[in-house]
């Protein structure tokens, strides 16, 4: 055979390899459509639709580290528990995560809320907690929230709130512009209870608030059917100078889990904005009958309390807080406390 014949039948075998092979082609098949994440803006900054639905979902939460300090060592710590340590101060660690799902309806927005915490006071000693989850819609709130008797001045000498401020509860709240009001029902399980009564109270608290130019106002009342004891808040504060003037007073007809450390409070601060990033805030308490014998108020004994609350953003989410308060009562040992804090949110 010639060159010219090797070079035919080369040819013609390649031809014949090519197009078995044509034939038995792998075709790639057409990638599938990808839904990506979209941005909701239709509930504020951190919204984002859950893919292959019309709701929107924010995460949230803060990391943070914090020391107490406070003689014979009654530390309270980040699970609200209260132990004996064997020194003068303790640390405990907390990380908070919050889940926010929105979507319209005809009644208005469906909101339902998941807050998870977890607490550490050593690496043994753990608590994970469920910190807050419920349903909101048109006003109504059902589930595990915290009360209007969470709020409280913005520094950390006022001592102006329940005991216990987390409950099951239903509440109706109107909301304006700038007002609002409500009313709920509290299952107080876990409150304090006394004269004889057991842990199986509850009671109806209404809150009023709003603000008017500089200033804004909170009324709010609770009345604790087991104990058959109420109290009442009025808190308001007014942009002066520099800061801003905080004043609280509060009555408590006696002990009850709406308010339980006195018969009378009266509470003030002045909140410095000393730079864009540091606050200042000195504060001051009284407390008339201060303190529960046999479940009362005692009546010989009143107590004052001052201190000084630092608060620095170090960076943006980044922020720390020290704060250090006196206490003197007229019956027993005054006590000087404090703590620091570092947290970072996102």
Not at 178 to 198: C, R
Not at 235 to 247: C, D, E, K, R
Request: charged share 20%; with cysteine; hydrophobic share 35%.
């Amino acid at each position: 055979m010639n060159i010219k014949m090797m070079l035919i039948s080369s040819a013609a075998a390649l031809s014949a390899f090519s197009g078995a092979q044509a034939a038995d082609a792998i075709v790639a098949a057409e990638p599938e459509a990808v839904e990506y994440v979209r941005v909701c803006d239709a509930y504020g900054t951190g919204y984002f639709y859950i893919p292959g639905t019309e709701t929107c979902l924010k995460v949230s939460g803060y990391i943070r580290t914090q020391l107490n300090v406070s003689p014979n060592a009654d530390i309270t710590a980040g699970n609200g528990t209260t132990r004996t340590n064997r020194s003068d101060w303790d640390m405990y660690t907390r990380g908070q995560v919050q889940f926010t799902a929105k979507s319209d309806t005809e009644y208005g927005p469906l909101t339902g809320v998941i807050v998870l915490q977890t607490n550490a006071d050593n690496a043994s000693s753990q608590a994970a907690i469920l910190d807050s989850a419920y349903i909101d819609i048109a006003g109504f709130r059902a589930g595990l929230f915290y009360s209007w008797w969470d709020d409280g001045l913005s520094g950390e000498t006022d001592d102006i709130g329940s005991p216990v401020t987390l409950h099951n509860s239903i509440r109706y709240q109107y909301e304006a512009s700038d007002f609002y009001a409500g009313i709920s029902v509290d299952e107080l399980e876990d409150s304090p209870y006394y004269n004889g009564e057991t842990s199986n109270n509850f009671g109806v608290a209404v809150g009023i608030g709003g603000k008017a130019g500089a200033f804004t106002y909170q009324v709010t009342a609770g009345y604790d059917t087991d104990n058959e004891a109420g109290a009442v808040r009025a808190m308001g504060t007014v942009a002066i100078g520099p800061g801003t003037l905080g004043l609280a007073a509060i009555y408590s007809s006696d002990p009850n889990a709406y308010y339980n450390k006195a018969e009378w409070v009266f509470a003030a601060e002045y909140a410095i904005k000393a730079t864009d990033k540091l606050k200042i805030t000195p504060g001051v308490q009284y407390y008339g009958n201060y303190g529960i014998v046999a479940g009362e108020f005692n009546d010989n004994n009143d107590a004052w309390k001052v201190g000084l609350t630092v608060d620095y953003q170090i960076v943006d989410n980044l922020y720390a807080k020290a704060t250090v308060n006196y206490t003197d009562p007229d019956q027993g040992n005054d006590v000087t406390s404090g703590f620091f804090r570092l947290q970072r949110a996102f």
